[in-house]
């Protein structure tokens, strides 16, 4: 399928696209990130079960993670859900951390 980028963030690495008319998608709530609390990542490929949101900014939620379960160079764009809401999309990991970072809802909601 053929989408057009329609904005391109450089900051957070992310494109947004337009698609295309009556494309089947479901939507999902953005929420606010609790800190300290668990949160999952889920694709179309895969589910990280539990990583812990360890700090939240205007901008960056800083997330930890079990050191066997850590998101792969494909997991990039994946939201980070709590309570079956978004609360920030993965964007990097930090492998000798075990810690990621996500862009926050805060973000994903302005755009």
Request: proline share 4%; net charge positive; aromatic share 12%.
């Given at each position: 399928m053929k989408l057009v980028v329609t904005r391109i963030l450089k900051g957070y690495n992310i494109a947004l696209i337009k698609l295309p008319?009556?494309?089947e998608i479901e939507i999902t709530e953005?929420?606010?990130p609790a800190e300290l609390e668990?949160?999952?990542l889920v694709?179309?490929?895969r589910t990280i079960n539990y990583c812990r949101v360890a700090n939240s900014g205007a901008s960056l939620l800083f997330l930890g993670?079990?050191?066997h379960d850590m998101p792969e160079p494909e997991d990039s764009g994946t939201p980070v859900l709590q309570?079956?809401?978004v609360i920030g999309m993965m964007t990097s990991t930090i492998l000798d951390t075990c810690m990621?970072?996500?862009v926050s809802s805060k973000i994903l909601?302005?755009?």
């Open positions: 008319p009556y494309t953005f929420g606010s668990l949160a999952v694709n179309d490929t993670f079990q050191c309570g079956g809401k990621g970072i996500a909601r302005s755009l």
